[in-house]
């Protein structure tokens, strides 16, 4: 079983739309150790996160220019899991995952 630490930045910012930016791969175990979240405009914004279909935080504001460490700890991620990721406001927030692969 081979472990492997990635970095998973987001493709785009992220806005209105429910985007996902990591899936689990087949055959994969992934430990979720970080989770950072910056926001990219002059105003506040607000932030969901949906790991595996359960939300990790809803409406967390983050303020303008400013950024948010959302994980206090670490989550288990099965085969086919996903992180989800939406803003209140279009292309606000950049989003990069830190995480440990399991092969």
């Known amino acids: 079983m081979a472990n492997t ?4 930045p987001s493709s785009a910012s992220i806005g209105t739309t429910a985007t996902t ?9 992934s430990v979720l150790i ?6 990219v405009t002059g105003a506040q914004i607000k932030v969901d996160i949906q790991v595996a279909g359960v939300y990790l935080v809803k409406g967390v504001p983050i303020p303008a220019n400013a950024s948010l460490s ?5 989550i288990i991620l099965e085969a086919a899991d996903t992180i989800v990721v939406t803003s209140d406001t279009a292309d606000s927030c950049d ?5 440990l692969e399991q092969t």
Do not use: E, M, Q
């Open 5 to 8: 630490f990635k970095r998973y």
């Open 21 to 29: 930016v990591y899936t689990v791969a087949a055959s994969t175990t």
């Open 34 to 39: 970080g989770v950072n979240l910056a926001n």
């Open 70 to 74: 959302a994980l206090d700890g670490k």
């Open 95 to 99: 989003v990069l995952l830190s995480v």
